[in-house]
């Protein structure tokens, strides 16, 4: 099974400072899409941002960036300057385009005041 | 544009019983998939349909079943409710994916809370 692996259950960051929740995920196939969704206590998933495989460079979104790394299949999503509103679970997920989107058990990120 | 809608947003019901979940998906959104959502197992793919066809199913038991109708709204069905079914159901609709070259991005509805007592 190709999997997606997040080994953070649980993450807190200062209001301001960054923080970095971690992805790894496992696939045999060389062109894919790796994405981060967040989904807020209202539950409504959106998403973050995402990646194509084929692409050397990291995606940025404003705030939100990742680190790459495709040889050691490694995708983490770093968040600068943290804002209240970005507590919520993150979910790294990943998909070839044809197959559906599988997903990892989440990281629930708390930001502190 | 209006989001993906689901209804009921949230169902209470009975082992034994069968319950029906509806997704509207976004305006021109021709592709619908489901997803089931538990503190255990996090989220687990169920089903996607385009064009009123199905063309990816997940490993759930057959009493999972859905439909897609022409105005691309779906449905998904759970007969014979178990206690396990507990779950919120999410859905998802997106523009038909490319041959090549990109990827249409899923926007999700805001779920259905299923209780199964």
């Known amino acids: 099974a190709q999997t997606v692996t997040q080994s953070q259950p649980e993450m807190s960051v200062q209001e301001a400072e960054t923080v970095t929740l971690s992805c790894t995920y496992d696939?045999?196939?060389?062109?894919?899409?790796l994405f981060w969704y967040k989904q807020p206590p209202s539950r409504q998933m959106i998403l973050v941002i995402r990646q194509e495989a084929y692409k050397q460079q990291n995606a940025t979104e404003n705030r939100f960036s990742v680190n790459f790394q495709k040889a050691a299949k490694s995708f983490s999503l770093k968040i600068s300057d943290s804002q209240l509103g970005d507590a919520a679970m993150y979910f790294c997920a990943r998909t070839s385009g044809n197959t559906p989107l599988v997903f990892g058990k989440g990281t629930r990120l708390s930001v502190i005041a | 544009k209006a989001g993906v809608t689901q209804t009921p947003r949230y169902l209470i019901k009975t082992r034994g019983q069968q319950v029906t979940l509806s997704c509207s998906p976004i305006s021109g959104h021709r592709s619908v998939s489901w997803y089931q959502q538990t503190p255990g197992q996090g989220l687990q793919f169920l089903f996607e349909y385009f064009s009123e066809t199905q063309r990816n199913k997940g490993n759930f038991p057959g009493r999972f079943s859905g439909r897609q109708f022409s105005n691309s709204r779906s449905e998904m069905n759970v007969s014979t409710l178990e206690l396990g079914d507990s779950a919120l159901y999410l859905c998802?609709?997106?523009?038909?994916?490319?041959?090549?070259?990109?990827?249409?991005?899923?926007?999700f509805g805001p779920g259905t809370r299923l209780t199964v007592l």
């Open positions: 696939t045999s196939e060389s062109d894919y899409y």
């Open positions: 998802a609709s997106s523009l038909p994916q490319r041959q090549r070259g990109g990827l249409n991005e899923q926007f």
